[in-house]
């Protein structure tokens, strides 16, 4: 017990240095867990004797992701997009697993083994292609949605391969593949009939009565039971339990406890997951990894190229947008997650040998390590594929006249854009807009807009619509990162003009003022200073007096505006968490060391946190200066970052 307790805290020490060095670097985590696996395997240090012992826990992992997959698995979702998720996603994963699968037979020999490797192969990264979209603000796009269509499919498909691989390994001469596969689909269809009856009739009403208890606890152990039960179920019909889990999932999806349920079962998920990588890490043949590079590299680099053309040619024959084709394919190019279950799976089935498993692992660590990258430069990399058909693109908009510079420029023609613009219409202000939305340009252009296509970072489109020369630019973009690169292209070329930036929070206020914004205006600030314009109205406030305190909290850069309250509900992103500014009251004891210094002494200025308010007793000084002395009892209001506010606070009660 004690040597199993030290491996464990020893691969968790390991994972979090090692999770923590990816996500700084902008890696998956998925592949920390790989790497950790490798260090604590038996080709490195040899820390962990036997890998197989945590088998058991590990495949607890696979249940709960594939229980959380069914949750996230949305019907309406899957209907709305059934052209794209059986169209292309269908015909990807086909075409493709019969082309690797043929590929592997040529040099294995085996076609057991090429079925699973063709199938392994076929899929792609749902986490971290997700997760990336959703970075580079590329979800919502054509190209997005076809991407997204392709991995729902993906994980609906892993269900089937998860039936199929057990049989493989099961069949013998005298019951062929198709009869053992007939035999499992009537198992299969008889538990997801039992299944479902028991998650129409029975579920809602014990998660109903655990809802009115309001216990934490005991809505997380239904969840974890529910799903263990549903993949032991599975198990007994001689189907996989990850199956079951998955069955279960979708049945608790559709009803009103889904996203308390999928909150629950997250973390147990995330660390068993972590374990299940870390399971496979171990696995993997480094000596073979290192010895085979050069030839993991070009399969990384024939699987991507072959995924790429087949999305490409399904894409252009369902009449998509080349580009949007190209860069689905494109981003779909890794092997995903899935694959390391499928792989962990037939090796124990003895389906695969470790040398070709120890390829494949290599294969979908190579790859999921460089998707950030590839995604994120997706346009580049597509481009020279386009050049024709782009230029033939933007030939098609029929660009408005940009002979003479207009008075006010709009870049973004969003739907902040288009309010601006549709306002400095009915005052009949001449102006731009420039947007790179070739589609929401055209629908604009043709509505009678007076909309620029191009990328209002690139100096060269500047200059062509004159914004060396005009004297108001206003920046609308949703992303404030976007509109950052925007305002400092903008201020390499024109250093006179006024800039009006919209962002959605204050996080990235500064960075925009130190850019070289004239106004910077925050959405949620914004909305706040408009609600409380219309409640001091309400009250009998005069007019005059709130446009002034509105005017004055926007000249001073929202300044009592930053800072706020942290609750159990703020967003801990570590991402954000550097550039949040929080509020916090330090109540000085009678030993506390800041009792009788003024704040001049203190130099709060040298940790980056600002006064705001002192209270004494009843009374509230908003305004306190250098030579303002604390007492004991005072209760200080800081405002800083959270780092920060904790350092001031040690620093007042104990220097």
Request: charged share 20%.
């Amino acid at each position: 017990m004690n040597g199993a307790f030290a491996d464990v805290l020893l691969l968790l020490a390991i994972a979090v240095v090692l999770v923590w060095a990816f996500r700084r670097i902008k890696l998956p985590a998925i592949l920390a867990y790989l790497v950790a696996g490798i260090v604590a395997g038996p080709d490195v240090t040899a820390w962990i004797k036997d890998p197989d012992e945590y088998h058991f826990i590990a495949e607890l992992g696979v249940v709960l992701l594939l229980f959380s997959l069914g949750l996230e698995f949305s019907l309406p979702k899957m209907i709305a997009m059934r052209r794209l998720v059986f169209g292309l996603g269908a015909g990807q994963v086909v075409i493709c697993s019969l082309l690797f699968a043929g590929l592997a037979y040529l040099f294995t020999a085996d076609w057991i083994a090429a079925m699973v490797i063709g199938g392994t192969l076929a899929l792609s990264s749902t986490a971290v292609v997700i997760k990336q979209l959703g970075e580079s603000s590329q979800l919502t796009t054509r190209k997005g949605q076809a991407t997204v269509a392709v991995l729902l499919f993906q994980d609906i498909a892993v269900v089937p391969m998860l039936i199929i691989i057990p049989l493989l390994a099961s069949t013998s001469v005298e019951v062929s593949i198709w009869e053992s596969l007939g035999i499992a689909l009537l198992k299969g269809a008889g538990v997801v009939v039992l299944l479902m009856a028991v998650g129409k009739w029975v579920l809602p009403h014990i998660f109903r009565e655990i809802a009115r208890l309001r216990t934490d606890e005991l809505f997380v152990l239904a969840t974890l039971l529910v799903a263990l039960v549903a993949g032991g179920m599975t198990h007994l019909f001689g189907l996989s339990m990850a199956l079951g889990a998955f069955l279960a999932g979708m049945m608790l999806g559709e009803s009103k406890y889904k996203h308390q349920l999928e909150a629950d079962i997250r973390p147990f998920r995330d660390i068993l997951m972590g374990l299940f990588f870390i399971t496979v890490g171990m696995q993997l043949n480094l000596m073979v990894f290192l010895n085979n590079l050069h030839w993991i590299a070009l399969g990384v680099v024939l699987i991507g190229l072959i995924k790429m053309l087949v999305i490409r040619a399904l894409a252009g024959f369902m009449d998509e947008r080349e580009e949007d084709a190209w860069g689905a394919g494109l981003m779909l190019f890794q092997m995903g997650e899935f694959g390391f279950v499928l792989v962990s799976l037939a090796l124990s089935f003895a389906l695969l040998p470790q040398d070709i498993a120890s390829l494949l692992v290599g294969v979908g660590v190579l790859g999921m390590a460089v998707t950030p990258v590839i995604i994120q430069r997706c346009r580049e990399l597509v481009k020279p594929l386009l050049r024709k058909v782009k230029t033939t693109a933007a030939d098609d908009i029929q660009q408005p006249d940009v002979s003479e510079p207009k008075r006010v420029l709009v870049l973004g023609f969003g739907r902040v854009g288009q309010t601006v613009s549709r306002f400095l219409t009915n005052e009949q202000i001449p102006h731009l807009a420039i947007d790179h939305d070739s589609k929401r340009v055209q629908e604009a252009i043709a509505g009678g807009a007076n909309v620029f296509f191009g990328d209002g970072a690139r100096r060269d489109i500047l200059k062509a619509v004159h914004a060396d020369q005009v004297e108001l630019i206003i920046i609308t973009f949703a992303e404030d990162q976007k509109a950052l690169d925007v305002l400092k292209a903008i201020r390499e070329i024109n250093e006179h003009a006024e800039v009006i930036v919209r962002s959605r929070d204050d996080l990235r206020l500064e960075d925009m003022m130190n850019a070289g914004a004239t106004q910077v205006v925050p959405d949620t600030l914004e909305a706040s200073l408009m609600l409380v314009s219309q409640i001091l109205s309400r009250t009998g406030i005069p007019i005059r007096r709130i446009l002034a305190r509105l005017d004055q909290a926007r000249r001073s850069h929202y300044g009592d505006m930053h800072g706020f309250y942290p609750g159990e509900t703020t967003d801990m992103d570590p991402e954000k968490i550097d550039r949040l500014q929080f509020l916090h009251a330090v109540q000085l004891s009678d030993n506390a060391y800041a009792c009788g210094k003024e704040l001049a002494q203190l130099g709060l200025d040298e940790l980056a946190i600002q006064v705001k308010s002192v209270r004494r007793g009843s009374d509230e000084f908003s305004e306190v200066h250098g030579d303002f002395k604390l007492q004991k009892g005072d209760v200080v209001l800081l405002a800083g970052g959270p780092r920060a506010i904790e350092a001031g606070e040690s620093y007042l009660l104990n220097g």
